[in-house]
C-alpha cells in the first residue's frame, strides 16, 4: 500500500505570504485560517515505517510538527522516519527545508546532477555531511528504487522524467546553454501493488507526450500555481506571468483543467497554489469550476492510500 501525506499544497511564499497584504492572504491570516497552506511538498511510504519527502519546503519544520506519521517512534531518543528526500527541482521552496534537516539524521537526497550541483555549489549545505548525508545523483527517464537505511529495497519505485519548465529565479543569469533536467515531474510506484501517482508540481506547458504519459493515471499532482496567466499582474502583485515563471495556468484553453480533461485520470489534485491563485477561496467562482471538472484542492496534512 502506497501511502501519501500533503505536507503542504501552497507555491513558493505560502498562504498567507509573510509580506503580501492580498485579499487572500489577508483573510488567512484573520477569519479564514483555513485558508493558511504551506509550501508544497509530499511524504510518501510503502510500509508506513520508512518515508521519503518529495521536496523539503522552507516550512519543512513546521510540517514536520503537523505530521505525526513523520514524528521520532516512540522511546527513541534520536530518531526520525525520514529516509529520503527526492527534489524535483532547485527552487527555493524545494531545498530549503534540507537545511532544516541538520542534526546528524543519516538520509539520502535524490536530485538531478544539476540540482546537486546546485547545492555542491552553496557552502551552508555542508551543513549536512555528505558522510551522514548521501548524495544520489537521478537521471531522466531511469527509474530508481530508493533504499532503505539498511540497504534494502524501499519497494517504491522512481521514475523521473523531463516536464516544460525553468530553472529556478536565483539562477538566472548563470545557466548552462541547456535547461535539461530544470523541471522533473515524477512518477512514483508501489512495486508490490503497481498503484502508482503523477506528482507534477511545476509545468509550463501540457505537450501531447505528457497527455499520453498521464492518460489512465490514477492520480495526478499538477502545478495548480495560478487561475488565469496574468493574474499577478491583473492583481497589482507583480509583473511576471504564470508562464514566465514555468507554470501553466489552471484556467483557459491550453490551462491544466481543458489540457487533462479527458484523459481517464481517476483523481486530479492541484498542488503549488499561488496564494493570489482565486480558486482558493470556498465560495469563488473560480473553486467552483475546479470542482465541477473534477479536481480537488488539498489542506494539509492530507493523506491518501493507493
Ligand atoms: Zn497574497
Known amino acids: 500500500m502506497l501511502r501519501v501525506v500533503v505536507l503542504g499544497a501552497a507555491a513558493g511564499g505560502g498562504v498567507p505570504q509573510w509580506n503580501c497584504g492580498c485579499r487572500i492572504c489577508q483573510a488567512a491570516r484573520t477569519e479564514h485560517p ?25 516550512d519543512l519544520r513546521q510540517q514536520l510538527i503537523a505530521t505525526p506519521q513523520l514524528h521520532p517512534a ?12 527526492i527534489l524535483t527541482n532547485g527552487e527555493i521552496d524545494a531545498i530549503a527545508g534540507l537545511l532544516s534537516m541538520r542534526e546528524g539524521w543519516p538520509f539520502t537526497i535524490y536530485a538531478h546532477a544539476k540540482v546537486l550541483a546546485t547545492l555542491k555549489s552553496n557552502s551552508v549545505f555542508n551543513v549536512l555531511n555528505e558522510k551522514t548525508v548521501r548524495r544520489r545523483p537521478m537521471a531522466v527517464e531511469q527509474a530508481f528504487e530508493p533504499a532503505l537505511p539498511d540497504g534494502s529495497p524501499s519497494g517504491i519505485e522512481i521514475l523521473p522524467f523531463e516536464v516544460t519548465g525553468k530553472g529556478a529565479w536565483y539562477l538566472e543569469g548563470q545557466r548552462a546553454e541547456n535547461d535539461a ?37 490514477p ?3 499538477f502545478d495548480g500555481t495560478v487561475w488565469r496567466d496574468d493574474e499577478l499582474i491583473a492583481a ?17 484553453e491550453r490551462g491544466a483543467i481543458a489540457s487533462l480533461g479527458g484523459l481517464g485520470i481517476e483523481k486530479r489534485i492541484f ?15 473560480e473553486r467552483k469550476a475546479v470542482m465541477q471538472a473534477g479536481w480537488h484542492i ?3 496534512g492530507t493523506e491518501i492510500t493507493l
Open 181 to 217: 533536467g530544470d523541471t522533473l515531474g515524477l512518477r512514483i510506484r508501489d512495486k508490490a501493488t503497481d498503484k502508482f501517482f503523477y506528482f507534477i508540481a511545476a509545468c509550463a506547458e501540457v505537450t501531447d507526450d505528457l497527455k499520453s504519459r498521464l492518460s489512465g493515471a
Open 74 to 85: 516512540p522511546g527513541k531518543l534520536r530518531h526520525s522516519p525520514i529516509t529520503g528526500v
Open 298 to 300: 488539498p489542506a494539509d
Open 219 to 221: 492520480l495526478v499532482f
Open 236 to 252: 497589482g502583485l507583480g509583473n511576471k506571468t504564470g508562464q514566465s515563471m514555468g507554470h501553466i495556468a489552471m484556467s483557459g
Open 271 to 285: 498542488l503549488h497554489i499561488n496564494n493570489s491563485n482565486p480558486a482558493l477561496l470556498h465560495d469563488s467562482e
Open 34 to 58: 483555513e485558508l493558511q497552506s504551506t509550501q508544497a511538498s509530499l511524504a510518501i511510504s510503502a510500509d508506513g515505517d520508512h518515508w521519503f519527502l518529495i521536496n523539503a519546503s522552507p
